[in-house]
């Protein structure tokens, strides 16, 4: 499932600047980012700590749970967490936002039966996603098409095709993979002029995107938690000083936005 809009963070930037092109280096670069954020993933989902506010300190854990279960939502950057330029590779930059939330008198297969319902994300996470289909489920694996539509400043429309894989854990516990085989941006969306630009040969609002999900029921309801992890084209030196509050600025919205409309999407199919 992806994070909604997470690759809106560099719009800004590509807008005044010609197309860029995802180089070997920059592919290399993120997958080994992402092979780290792997085995981290696979490590805390068989430790006590099944959450990362379960790292915190025992008074900020507190604190943490008492929050979510009055409404809220916790976020956490983990690249970038000094500056926009700790999260830069070769050619490229990376977003890794994690978030969570309580969705409370809910069970845990309610939260799944949402989550795979992918026919409907263009209704559920409106209006980032513009379209959603299934084109493949075999068992707990899906083959998703989703169209995502951001505007800030200008528009920008990517068809994405996603690979995702759900687990479940325990009775209590799942947990998902996603992964976007696919990420072409669309020029003149929606007329007759409408086509795609060659994938990692446009303007590098998204290039590659990764997320994990994780879920557990228990205090009466089901704690959710995604991290989306993402690259796109690096910024322009020349107008880093403007675009830097976008970069750190978006991917945070976003996850929220993704989060509350989950959380929001579930308990609204409650009450049918």
Known sequence: MLTAAIWGATCLAAAGEP????KPATIR??????SGTETRFGRSLRQRDFFWIDELTPQKRAEAYERLRSGKVELRRISGEEGAEKSAIPGGMIHDWQGIVFIPGV???????FLKD?????TDYAPDVEQSKIEEHDGEHFRV???FRRKKIITVVLNTEQEITYFRDSPMRAHSRSSATRIAEVENAGTPQ????PPGEDSGFMWRLETWWRMEERDGGVYVQNEAVSLTRDIPSAVAWMIEPFVTGIPKESLEFTMEATRRGVLGRKRR
């Open 118 to 122: 992918y026919d409907s994300r263009a």
């Open 19 to 22: 197309g860029s092109s995802l």
């Open 145 to 147: 098409f989703m169209r």
């Open 107 to 113: 069970k845990l297969d309610e939260v799944l039966d």
């Open 29 to 34: 670069a993120f997958e080994s980012y992402v």
């Open 194 to 197: 409408e086509k795609e630009k």
